[in-house]
């Protein structure tokens, strides 16, 4: 599984962004699919996940309500996405995608981050 994330950049507060992470190889079958982040000096953290059987949706709780996970698949590549609105300044990080398959309890594999940066 080959994860690739984009969209990130600088906003003030207030202001939405959409993560995109592109999925290629086995993600198109039986993964489910996770956004996490690291703010500097802090621990990576939940952000969002969608399962792949059954499509249940997670939120980690600074975000709920605020952040929407989605994704759609075109062959062998699974798009995930994730809208965030109303940003806030403590969701300046690194944004990482990520995958595991569908039994696992272990985040297997992780894309290179992009940077979201939210101004006050």
């Given at each position: 599984?080959q994860?690739?994330?984009?969209?990130?950049?600088?906003?003030?507060?207030?202001?939405?962004?959409?993560?995109?992470?592109?999925?290629?190889?086995?993600?198109?079958?039986?993964?489910?699919?996770?956004?996490?982040?690291?703010?500097?000096?802090?621990?990576?953290?939940?952000?969002?996940?969608?399962?792949?059987?059954?499509?249940?949706?997670?939120?980690?709780?600074?975000?709920?309500?605020?952040?929407?996970?989605?994704?759609?698949?075109?062959?062998?590549?699974?798009?995930?996405?994730?809208?965030?609105?109303?940003?806030?300044?403590?969701?300046?990080?690194?944004?990482?995608?990520?995958?595991?398959?569908?039994v696992?309890?272990?985040?297997?594999y992780?894309?290179?981050?992009?940077?979201?940066?939210?101004?006050?």
């Open positions: 599984v994860l690739q994330a984009s969209g990130g950049g600088s906003v003030p507060a207030g202001g939405s962004l959409r993560l995109s992470c592109t999925a290629s190889g086995r993600a198109g079958n039986s993964y489910d699919m996770g956004w996490f982040r690291q703010a500097p000096g802090k621990e990576r953290e939940f952000v969002a996940s969608i399962e792949w059987r059954g499509g249940r949706i997670m939120y980690g709780d600074s975000v709920k309500g605020r952040f929407t996970i989605s994704k759609n698949k075109a062959k062998n590549t699974v798009y995930v996405y994730l809208q965030m609105n109303s940003l806030k300044p403590d969701d300046t990080a690194i944004y990482y995608c990520a995958a595991r398959y569908w696992s309890t272990t985040w297997e992780w894309g290179q981050g992009t940077l979201v940066t939210v101004s006050s």
